[in-house]
């Protein structure tokens, strides 16, 4: 198999508009050798070469349909027009495409080429007819930042907190958002002063990231008044009968270890 590229330059050439030329220059490129030979002609050796036609001007005008004297006029409009070269002999002539590595591809390459493409589409068609063990998956790695600091505050807080998972990687975010506005220390008193609020109140504490914000941050800078655990059913008897405190007045929040 082989095929020859014509150039859309050609259109703006005036042999476009003679249909003679035409077909003799069309005939040109699809008799141009692709690859390199050596032919024999009487008692000589013609070395031909890609690009170059070896014919004669009898066997263009049986090809084209056009005279001999014709071709040859046709030939040497495209000798000025420094579209080929030529060298005649007796019997036959080798005519050379100027340019024609330039416009045209190697026979050769293009078949490499479409053997490629083959094999391309015949591996891809193999790998969706078989079933192909999925490869184990690595562990992930972490792919964002910390805070210097974060290790420490996160270390103490999941400690404190009786629930404090949540997501290690929205807290390491939200604690550098606060850290540009608050130093470590900051929100380590923020963070005692709220978990103290949280025992004292018998209250949850918050996943990491929710308490890292900055209003929070703001809020608990300064120790909150101990807000009163909420009275049970015996405590509410107690004071009815005895008119006192209830059972739990006297309570003290167990002391946190420093943030």
Known sequence: MSWIKIHRQLL????????????LWVHLLLMASHNKYVSVRGDSAV????GQVLTSRKKLAQKTGLS?????????????????EQQTKSKYRVISILKWNEYQIDEQQSEQHLDTTKNIYSNTTS?????????????????????????????????????????RKNAALQYIICAADFTPEQINIATRHY????????????????????????????????PQ?????????FKRIHGTESRTAGYTTPRLESL
């Open 12 to 23: 703006d050439n005036d042999l476009a508009s003679n249909p003679g030329s035409l077909s």
């Open 127 to 167: 790998v969706v007819l078989h079933k192909v063990r999925k490869p184990t998956k690595s562990p992930k790695k972490k792919t964002y930042k910390e805070h210097p600091h974060f290790q420490d505050w996160w270390t103490k807080y999941s400690k404190a907190s009786p629930d404090p998972e949540g997501s």
């Open 68 to 84: 001999e004297s014709k071709i040859e006029r046709i030939l040497k409009a495209f000798l000025t027009g420094q579209m080929i």
């Open 195 to 226: 978990l103290i609020q949280c025992r004292q109140a018998q209250q949850a504490t918050k996943h990491a990231e929710r308490f890292l914000k900055l209003d929070l941050i703001e809020q608990f800078q300064q120790p909150s008044a101990a």
């Open 229 to 237: 655990a909420p009275e049970s059913f015996l405590d509410q008897k």
């Open 47 to 50: 070395e031909i070469h890609p």
